[in-house]
């Protein structure tokens, strides 16, 4: 079955950087685009980032950009979120997600990431 596992959250200063990873296994990892999406305390899911499966093409919300890379490692079956100069709004649980026809059908448990001085 489909398993996507997200690491890498924590705790960190404002102006610092994480990276997420998000293993995932089940699946032909290359065949699929894959995403970020997150959901900060008390508010609803907000999409950050995508990846596509051909080019590499990315693709990411206006709050991150700049700021936020996302990459894949398709021999490793892994997603990666790098992200710099991070802020407080960034503080949320981020997860990853498959998608298939346009919808995200495969989520993962989900990293929190916390940005406080």
């Known amino acids: 079955q489909v398993q996507l596992v997200e690491s890498g959250g924590g705790l960190v200063q404002p102006g610092g950087s994480l990276r997420l990873s998000c293993a995932a296994s089940?699946?032909?990892?290359?065949?699929?685009?894959m995403n970020w999406v997150r959901q900060a305390p008390g508010k609803g899911l907000e999409w950050v980032s995508a990846?596509?499966?051909?080019?590499?093409?990315?693709y990411y919300a206006d709050s991150v950009k700049g700021r936020f890379t996302i990459s894949r490692d398709n021999a490793k079956n892994t997603l990666y979120l790098q992200m710099n100069s991070l802020k407080s709004e960034d503080t949320a649980v981020y997860y990853c997600a498959k998608e298939y026809s346009d919808s995200l059908v495969n989520w993962g448990q989900g990293t929190q990431v916390l940005v406080s001085s």
């Open positions: 990846i596509n499966t051909r080019d590499g093409s990315t």
């Open positions: 089940g699946f032909t990892f290359s065949s699929y685009w």
